[in-house]
């Protein structure tokens, strides 16, 4: 079972920054992309960033320039330094990866449990 943790969350005025980071953690064999998604009251889940093991990034046209993902295979974890921080950016964000829990297995999408940012004007 792969299990994935988020943190730093929280409230943040507008122009300010916050870093999210997210472990993965349990049975894990191998791990492809990652990625951080939001959700924001009444809307659809968006994709806000990905990153593959080879290290490419791509990004939101909402957040381009404002944040950045980056990820440590070693710790198997995935962060999101969000900076010059817009009240539009408040949403629920997860992370996400694509990965095997076995040589065996097939690959599979997990799921964090998703961190509350909270953009104030």
């Known amino acids: 079972q792969v299990q994935l943790v988020e943190s730093g969350g929280g409230l943040v005025q507008a122009g300010g920054s916050l870093r999210l980071s997210c472990a993965a953690s349990?049975?894990?064999?191998?791990?492809?992309?990652m990625a951080w998604y939001r959700q924001a009251p009444g809307k659809q889940r968006e994709l806000v960033a990905t990153?593959?093991?080879?290290?490419?990034?791509n990004y939101a046209d909402s957040v381009k320039g404002r944040f950045t993902i980056f990820r440590d295979n070693a710790k198997n974890m995935v962060s999101l330094q969000m900076n010059s921080l817009k009240p539009e950016d408040t949403a629920v964000y997860y992370c996400?990866?694509?990965?095997?829990?076995?040589?065996?297995?097939?690959?599979?999408?997990?799921w964090g449990q998703g961190t509350q940012v909270t953009v104030s004007s």
């Open positions: 990153i593959t093991r080879a290290v490419s990034t």
């Open positions: 349990g049975n894990i064999f191998s791990i492809n992309d």
């Open positions: 996400s990866i694509n990965g095997r829990a076995r040589s065996w297995e097939r690959l599979s999408t997990y």
